[in-house]
């Protein structure tokens, strides 16, 4: 069984369309983060959700919007997307928002913006 | 500022021989915990191990095992009999004590048969 499931896992679309990516966890967890990787491999934080609350939000512009219905789920919409979004973009949970949490990720979303 | 570095873009070794993957971080917080995940060419994003900064004992996870050293703030990651599926990008991350994980710009690790 998937413990955190990403869909979908590609994406390809034209600059300027709106796409979201949508994000399960069966684990029971609390809390639940976006992370980008870029093109260098290189991962960062985009916002982390504790019970449905944003805890995180870094620095990232407002054309991206999660959404979390329920502590289960975050999906994150992205509006008038830019090449710029090109990217490989995972979920992770964590049991809480605590600094003890092992954080365990999805599979990724390849992200490609022509 | 809180930072995490590799320095080390690539590595290869020879299978079967044992690999260190070095790691160095840069913070003022005294309780943190430090990762190591390992992404393969599937891109799935898989914890290897992790080490609590309070304690001294290094983690050991099967053939992974940590080499932990608070004062000097590296956080290296040995390999022991290494296994082609090992081949993969390792990232080391830490949370520095709070809830984003910061990552380092990962090494590549090559197993050649």
């Known amino acids: 069984d998937t413990a955190v499931s990403q869909t979908p896992k590609y994406l390809v679309t034209q600059m300027g369309n709106d796409k979201s990516i949508k994000c399960e966890q069966n684990l029971g967890h609390d809390t639940m983060y976006w992370y980008k990787q870029d093109s260098k491999k290189f991962l960062k934080i985009m916002f982390s959700y504790n019970n449905k609350e944003l805890i995180i939000n870094e620095t990232v512009p407002n054309r991206f919007s999660p959404k979390s219905p329920d502590k289960a789920h975050l999906n994150l919409h992205i509006n008038s997307l830019e090449l710029g979004d090109s990217a490989v973009y995972f979920c992770?949970?964590?049991?809480?928002?605590?600094?003890?949490?092992?954080?365990?990720f999805g599979p990724g979303t390849r992200l490609l913006v022509l | 500022a809180q930072t995490v570095t590799q320095s080390q873009p690539e590595m290869s070794v020879q299978e079967a021989e044992t690999v260190t993957l070095s790691c160095t971080y840069d913070?003022?917080?005294?309780?943190?915990?430090l990762f190591w995940y390992k992404q393969p060419p599937s891109r799935q994003m898989i914890l290897v191990i992790r080490q609590e900064a309070y304690k001294q004992q290094n983690a050991t996870e099967n053939r992974f095992s940590v080499n932990f050293q608070k004062a000097a703030k590296s956080f290296s990651l040995k390999i022991s009999d290494s296994q082609l599926g090992d081949t993969a990008m390792y990232f080391c991350?830490?949370?520095?004590?709070?809830?984003?994980?910061?990552f380092g710009t990962g090494t590549r690790l090559t197993i050649i048969p």
């Open positions: 913070t003022s917080e005294n309780n943190y915990y």
């Open positions: 991350a830490s949370n520095f004590g709070n809830e984003k994980l910061t």
């Open positions: 992770a949970s964590s049991q809480d928002s605590g600094r003890q949490e092992t954080q365990y």
